[in-house]
């Protein structure tokens, strides 16, 4: 890509260029080698997996179907410790010293004042990464700043992992019931559990969970009753009381990244 330079030359997306010369605890490192390419490592089923902050398709459908009578509990982090200002450290070959590269939010800057936050960009030997990095950093403090917390059944939980994008479908939120169970499918013809707040409008589309587990939307052609009817035939028919969600341009879902994922009583 290129490298910010405003050269026209071009470098790498990621780069490591480390030398690591004294003995440290080995999850440290691993966790320092993981954010040259802003990965996360977790434990799985006893060895060590990593995921990456990189664009995905949805893995999962979550609505009130499907998770404890709590529903969703969502929070915020407070404006007074969201960066406006980012300075990243790194080693800068020209000068054979550390460097720092600053990235401002003119616009919460302008708002809120300068809140600095400084980062070590672990291995990074060039100005356009670390630039990168500092941007990345202020993205996800200032926008993808909501954390959202349910439990849910086991089916979920061992299909689920960290780093997978997932869709919610909160009436609470919407105002409208847009999800629920299946009664009955076809490839092309679903049976909903309760369909009275659907009304089928051009460009509605319906996500269900097939058997595999994975995730697949298709574009609605017709809704009768507690039917719903797809326009093109679905990979396979989903099962019997598994997830539906129907979307409009009005009413979307809302996706999420899972950070964690844990075992309750």
Do not use: H
């Not at 405003?6 to 470098?11: D, F, K, L, P, Q």
């Not at 003119?106 to 356009?128: D, E, H, L, W």
């Amino acid at each position: 890509i290129d490298d910010g330079t405003g050269t026209g030359n071009t470098e790498p997306r990621f780069s490591c260029n480390v030398s690591i010369q004294n003995q440290q605890e080995a999850y440290n490192v691993i966790n320092q080698m993981c954010s040259v390419f802003r990965a996360m490592p977790y434990y799985q089923a006893g060895s060590l997996t990593i995921t990456q902050d990189s664009p995905k398709d949805s893995s999962y459908l979550f609505t009130l179907a499907n998770v404890t009578p709590p529903g969703f509990t969502y929070q915020n982090t407070s404006q007074k410790i969201r960066p406006t200002v980012v300075v990243a450290k790194y080693l800068d070959l020209d000068l054979r010293d550390i460097n720092y590269e600053e990235v401002i939010d003119t616009a919460n800057q302008a708002r809120y004042g300068s809140v600095v936050k400084n980062i070590n960009a672990f291995a990074c030997t060039s100005r356009g990464q670390a630039n990168r990095l500092a941007k990345w950093l202020l993205y996800m403090e200032n926008v993808e700043r909501e954390i959202v917390t349910f439990a849910t059944s086991v089916d979920a939980g061992v299909v689920v992992r960290p780093g997978q994008i997932i869709e919610i479908a909160d009436p609470v939120r919407s105002g409208e019931r847009r999800g629920g169970r299946i009664q009955a499918a076809t490839t092309t013809a679903i049976t909903v559990d309760d369909a009275t707040d659907l009304t089928y409008s051009i460009g509605s589309t319906l996500s269900v969970i097939l058997s595999d587990g994975s995730v697949e939307n298709k574009s609605v052609s017709g809704i009768s009753g507690s039917v719903i009817t797809v326009s093109s035939a679905f990979t396979s028919a989903p099962n019997v009381n598994s997830i539906w969600v129907y979307q409009t341009t009005d009413i979307l879902t809302s996706t999420w990244r899972v950070l964690t994922v844990s075992e309750e009583d």
